[in-house]
Nanobody, 125 residues
Framework: QAQLVESGGGLVQAGGSLRLSCAAS????????MGWFRQAPGKEREFVAA????????YYADSVKGRFTISRDNAKNTVYLQMNSLKPEDTAVYYC??????????????????WGQGTQVSVSS
């Protein structure tokens, strides 16, 4: 069973950057597909990015493509989300998620078995 802890959120001006980290417990991290989701007030949780368990494939929501980059470091049991050119509409609580191996659909929240507690990202205009 994996435990996930996010960090790196904060307040940034539009156009700025943040890097989120998600540290996972357990010895099988390298077999986990990892994803990032976000939820803004009054909105449903939405997919942001995912990386396959092998690290060979990455997936992004259209709204963040070209601005966000997901990566993983299996030696550190950590997945990262580098967020550049941030916009006010990126403001949300960002959640890290994990599941063993790759899902049929990386963008579906219910495909993931483990979730972190979330980290707040606020982008001012």
């Amino acid at each position: 069973q994996a435990q996930l802890v996010e960090s790196g959120g904060g307040l940034v001006q539009a156009g700025g950057s943040l890097r989120l980290s998600c540290a996972a417990s357990g010895r099988t991290f390298s077999s986990y597909c990892m994803g990032w989701f976000r939820q803004a007030p009054g909105k449903e949780r939405e997919f942001v990015a995912a990386i396959s368990w092998s690290g060979g494939r990455t997936y992004y929501a259209d709204s963040v493509k070209g601005r966000f980059t997901i990566s993983r470091d299996n030696a550190k049991n950590t997945v990262y989300l580098q967020m550049n050119s941030l916009k006010p509409e990126d403001t949300a609580v960002y959640y890290c998620a994990a599941r063993r191996f790759d899902p049929a659909d990386y963008g579906l929240a219910w495909e993931y078995d483990y979730w972190g507690q979330g980290t707040q990202v606020s982008v001012s205009s």
